[in-house]
């Protein structure tokens, strides 16, 4: 709005008078200095936590989601952690204690490989020599450590504020005994339990996987083939419909993975489909769904359709699997309800071992299942009996083309083509993964699931369609596999007896868990396998035991995290947290184990009512660069925190000094962890975060404009003292406006924090200090501030403006940019810094302004987005001065008197009345707002007296018009602004055009009489001003009638600074004691609109009003 910023300061040439302005001067400086950072990282982390919890009332748990300890953090980690530690601070200034402990999941598959990895690369495993299983715990457990400690410090550099010294990891020795415990009275309550099936396995990792370890690729090409398997039994209407010399007849079916036809065990068909009996040119008779004809004709000609039956009809009839008819006999054709003819020949290979839909269908034909592949995906000599063909081949590779070329040659093949479909790989080892059966553990969630979807029912969701997107998840899951068959983890306690068959029951994993208190929980690897120490005393008749070797999945570690939350008092089933916040990938992840392990944990407790670990559950989105693209090392758009901190994503700054080419250093725009942590706030979490350059400028472009917000203020505020207390309606117009301006903005960023809504606060916050505050505000308040004396109203009363503004201020900032707030506080008058804004516990003692109440009408008439908003007048004065400017007629904004023609009041609708009212209010303080010199508003309302002649011939002038609506007639009620040439003098203090003109002529005029007469005897002039003398140049300067004022009580204050002020300006000197004697030198009472000008008390005695 403004392009007249600190004029006053900038333009303002070094004078005599100038010195004695109030410039503001802070020692804030303009950068933050990397020296003080770790001394202000302490105070707002550490010193910050440790005060809330002695001082905080009502507790308030947001529950970490661990991150995993592998590798230094990224960009995704710092979004998390600032988002939940914003989501902190703001309970904190709200008065409440805050339990936030940081947690670290360090087991796992990744850690493992890792520090296998890194042996290796040392040279300390050479290839072919296998570790020892705690040996490479060891070197896992170190790993994950040093990582811990490496991201600990990276969550600290970003000022989180939490409890770093207590926090949690997965591999904690009590973390993993809680953890047993949970798994223990799953035991007790039968949730638990041992199966062979298929699950998703990972040959690249060697062990099984769950749902959340998967990530589908949508472009994987497999080999699909249609084969031919001979009927054995044949339904005797089919028998009927064959050529007499023909008895051969097969079953066509389709697959996308032929590496599993050893395992074939049944063909399916479903009864009510139509199927066909086709002859064709080279592959005899074959059975085919009547839907599927036309695509199979593509590749299998088709002679003669010999005839039709409905699937019932095959239902019963058997087949021969070429691999095995020897060994197993034929195999049925069985229904199944999954069978479509979307694809494929209507008759779909069943592998039992290989799929979950497979599985369950041969479950309830009692048909065994068969999965002749091993941990590392290749074929057992099971798949071919009699042969070794297949043996140690691998499935996904040279098994599965030797599986066709077999099928090939006994003419079983009827065609291959390759088959694009989406596939689910690893997403630790991004390979794909194969289904295979094993025996798992599992945990039954059938019995679970629909307390678990109650609970949801009380859970506040932000945003809230996270609601379905969980409990679809949580509906499509009956088991949770929970082992794993690594090492690096906790062990699932099962002891095995020689038959193979586990024992796990209550009282084994009781004592097992004392043991490991005991012995610690490497030994369960260590110790000589059939230990009997590890066996219950009651169990130990029965015989050697060895103990299991299967480690449990990471998710259920990590789900079981709500143990860490510190019961109170009651809370026998321990707390519940009031908030888990993590990306929306954890809704098939973290937020899913925790609910399941928690709600199985109350139902073990007997617990009826329904409830998850948490109250609200908030999720964010990923963080992507700048085009929307996700961050990858190959695109190489990976932005990382440290470069939000560094300034580095920018380009380097320029440097004056640079110039002879001495100083070869390049300097960055780094604004520290409040740039991170501004960037954080200010993306709408409920969608993906970006960040790129164009986006860290305008950060780093916000944080530089509060911060010189700030230091004004600090400058401003420099004599000033809450213990002052005004109240509301003394104040001016524009001071009352101010103050509500910003309540208004506390108000919108409270709301919007209670909301989640992080980056309205940002967006509040920048509306405010951007148009209200430093366009407006600051703009208007400078000529007093700078130009008033010290303890005058006009300037103590902006002052207490502008410390409810401060305060206001460093609320709202506080949890996003503390470190900015902290320093800044450090900058305050030593009288201020009394009030700490991280520990506002009590704002009423130092509110400076009482009374506060609404004002609507000054309120919309300042609102920009009302019609009939002063805006318009002020962009309409702006427009002008840039005018007159171009011709060289002004510079400086106050360098024109401004007067404001307005039409009659009756010609305007309430709002244009409402308009011209507040202008009438407000017409002492127009010149501040306007930042002019003088203001003049004259009207033609009949019932209006004129407030000033209308505009008197200047040097030059302008005018505009603007509209404003109106009811009175179809036409806009026009409001004409004037600028002209000021036609007072320009005061050499302030720079306003405020200074009489007659004056000085009159004071020349004097001054000539004295001189003529000088050689007169006469000693005692006749008036003070009859010594100026006219020739000195001196008299010459004028200043005005308030700057004499404020000039002289200097004087008289100060006289050890200023006693001689006046040196060589007797004029002056007079002129400012004529104002003392006058009475204008009363330091509460000096206001610009109504201070009163006593000249010369005997002599002349002339009333100006400085605003008229
Ligand atoms: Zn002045």
């Not at 860490?564 to 809370?571: A, C, D, K, P, Q």
């Not at 942590?677 to 164009?694: C, F, K, N, Q, Y």
């Not at 002019?932 to 009207?939: G, I, P, R, Y």
């Amino acid at each position: 709005m403004s392009r007249d910023k600190d004029q006053v300061t900038k333009r303002m040439p070094a004078s005599w008078a100038s010195k004695t302005l109030r410039l503001p001067k802070s020692l804030l400086p303009h950068r933050a200095s990397d020296a003080n950072l770790p001394g202000y990282l302490q105070a707002v982390t550490h010193d910050l936590y440790t005060w809330q919890r002695e001082h905080g009332k009502g507790r308030f748990i947001l529950h970490d989601g661990p991150p995993y300890a592998n590798g230094d953090l990224h960009i995704g980690h710092a979004l998390n952690k600032i988002l939940k530690d914003i989501t902190c601070r703001y309970q904190v200034s709200n008065g409440r204690q805050v339990d936030f402990r940081p947690g670290f999941d360090c087991h796992g598959l990744p850690i493992e490989l890792k520090a296998l990895q890194k042996q290796k690369e040392l040279g300390n495993m050479p290839d072919g020599q296998a570790l020892s299983t705690v040996e490479i715990r060891k070197i896992a457990r170190e790993s994950a450590s040093n990582t811990v400690k490496l991201q600990k410090e990276r969550f600290k550099e970003w000022a989180i504020m939490a409890d770093w010294q207590n926090t949690w990891c997965t591999m904690d020795k009590d973390y993993e005994i809680r953890q047993l415990e949970t798994f223990k009275l799953m035991i007790g309550n039968g949730q638990i339990y041992r199966r062979l099936k298929p699950v998703y396995w990972s040959p690249s990792t060697k062990t099984a996987l769950a749902e959340a370890e998967l990530e589908y690729n949508s472009d994987h090409r497999s080999t699909a083939a249609y084969v031919k398997f001979p009927l054995h039994e044949i339904p005797k209407v089919v028998r009927d419909m064959l050529p007499a010399n023909q008895g051969l007849i097969a079953a066509a079916i389709w697959t996308t993975t032929p590496w599993t036809l050893p395992a074939n065990r049944a063909i399916a068909v479903k009864r009510n489909m139509e199927y066909l009996v086709a002859q064709t040119e080279f592959h005899g008779v074959l059975v085919v769904s009547s839907s599927r004809l036309a695509d199979f004709e593509s590749f299998c000609p088709v002679l003669s359709i010999l005839g039709k039956i409905s699937g019932q009809e095959l239902v019963g009839a058997t087949y021969l699997h070429p691999f095995r008819s020897t060994t197993n006999g034929p195999q049925p054709i069985v229904h199944a309800d999954f069978v479509t003819d979307e694809s494929g020949t209507g008759l779909v290979h069943v592998a039992p071992g290989h799929g979950m839909d497979d599985y369950k269908l041969c479950q309830e034909h009692g048909i065994e299942l068969l999965a002749p592949v091993d941990d590392a995906g290749l074929f057992t000599a099971e798949a071919f009996p009699g042969s070794d063909i297949l043996t140690g081949k691998d499935v996904l590779g040279a098994g599965n083309k030797l599986i066709l070329n077999i099928f090939q040659s006994a003419n079983m093949l009827l065609h291959t083509h390759t088959y694009r479909h989406k596939y689910p790989y690893d997403w630790r080892s991004k390979k794909p993964v194969i289904i295979r059966a094993t025996r798992q553990w599992f945990a039954d969630l059938s019995g679970i699931k629909d307390t678990a979807l109650e609970a949801l029912a009380n859970v506040k969701f932000v945003p809230s369609g996270s609601f379905d997107r969980l409990s679809s998840f949580i509906k499509s899951r009956s088991e949770w596999c929970i082992s794993r068959q690594r090492v690096w983890g906790v062990p699932i306690p099962a002891l095995y007896d020689q038959s193979g068959e586990a024992i796990m029951t209550t009282q084994s994993i009781s004592h097992i868990i004392s043991m490991i208190k005991e012995r610690g929980i490497d030994a369960w690897w260590s110790d000589d396998p059939t230990e009997p120490a590890w066996v219950d005393p009651s169990l130990r008749m029965q015989g050697p035991f060895t103990r299991g070797k299967d480690t449990m999945d990471v998710w259920f570690d990590s789900g079981t995290s709500w143990n860490e939350m510190r019961s109170e008092r009651g809370e026998d089933a321990g707390p519940i947290a009031d908030i888990y916040l993590e990306g929306t990938d954890q809704h098939r992840g973290w937020f899913q184990s925790s609910l399941l392990t928690k709600v199985a944990q109350l139902t073990s407790m007997g617990h009826r009512a329904a409830q998850a670990p948490f109250k609200t559950l908030i999720t964010h989105g990923f963080t992507l660069d700048s085009k929307g693209k996700k961050m990858s090392k190959s695109e190489g758009n990976v932005v990382s925190p440290a470069q939000i901190m560094d300034g580095t994503l920018l380009p380097p700054l320029k440097r004056k000094d640079q110039k002879n080419g001495q100083d070869k250093r390049v300097l960055y725009d780094g604004m520290g962890p409040d740039a991170l942590r501004l960037w954080v706030a200010s993306s709408d979490l409920t969608h993906d975060a970006l960040i790129g350059e164009p986006l860290l400028k305008a950060i780093n472009g916000f944080l530089a404009k509060l911060r010189v917000t700030y230091k004004l203020l600090t400058g401003l505020l420099d004599t000033y003292d809450f213990a002052h207390k005004v109240q509301f309606n003394e104040l001016c117009g524009l001071d009352r406006l101010a103050v509500l301006q910003s309540r208004k903005m506390r108000e919108a960023a409270d709301s919007a924090y209670q909301e989640y809504a992080y980056h309205r606060v940002v967006s509040a916050i920048n509306t405010y200090v951007g148009a209200d505050l430093s366009a407006f505000y600051i703009e208007s308040i400078k000529d007093r501030c700078y130009v008033d004396a010290d303890y005058s109203k006009s300037r103590t009363h902006a002052q207490a403006v502008l410390w409810e503004i401060y305060r206001n201020l460093s609320h709202v900032l506080s949890p996003i940019t503390p470190l900015l707030v902290a320093e800044v506080r450090d900058y305050l008058p030593t009288q201020l810094q009394d009030y700490d804004p991280f520990r506002s516990l009590s704002e009423d003692r130092y509110t400076s302004i009482q009374g506060i109440c609404e004002d609507p009408d000054l309120e919309a008439i300042f609102n920009p987005n009302k019609g009939a908003s002063i805006h318009r007048i002020w962009d309409a004065i702006k427009q002008l001065q840039e005018s007159a400017r171009s011709e060289k007629l002004m510079g400086s904004s106050l360098g024109c008197d401004v007067t404001i023609h307005l039409p009659a009041i009756s010609s305007f609708d309430s709002h244009g009345q409402l308009l011209l009212r507040i202008l009438h209010q407000l017409s002492p303080e127009l010149a501040d707002l306007f930042v002019v010199s003088k203001v003049t508003l004259t009207s033609t309302d009949p019932n209006q007296p004129p407030l000033a002649p209308i505009i008197q011939a200047s040097e030059w002038t302008k005018q505009t018009t603007i509209l404003i609506p109106s009811t009175a007639s179809t036409e806009n009620s026009p409001i004409e602004i004037n600028i002209s040439a000021p036609k007072q003098l320009k005061c050499i203090r302030c720079w306003k055009y405020t200074v009489p003109k007659e004056i000085f002529a009159s004071a020349s005029q004097l001054a000539s009489d004295s001189n003529s007469s000088s050689d007169s005897d006469t000693s005692v002039p006749a008036s003070p001003l009859a010594k100026l003398d006219v020739n000195t140049t001196q008299l010459e300067e004028p200043v005005c009638r308030r700057c004499l004022g404020v000039l002289e009580g200097l004087r008289t204050a100060e006289p050890d600074v200023h006693g001689d002020l006046f040196n060589g300006r007797p004029g002056i000197a007079q002129a400012a004691a004529a104002c003392r004697d006058g009475g204008g030198l009363d330091r509460e009472d000096i206001k610009l609109w109504d201070w009163n000008w006593d000249f010369d008390g005997n002599k002349k005695t002339k009333r100006t009003d400085l605003s008229d």
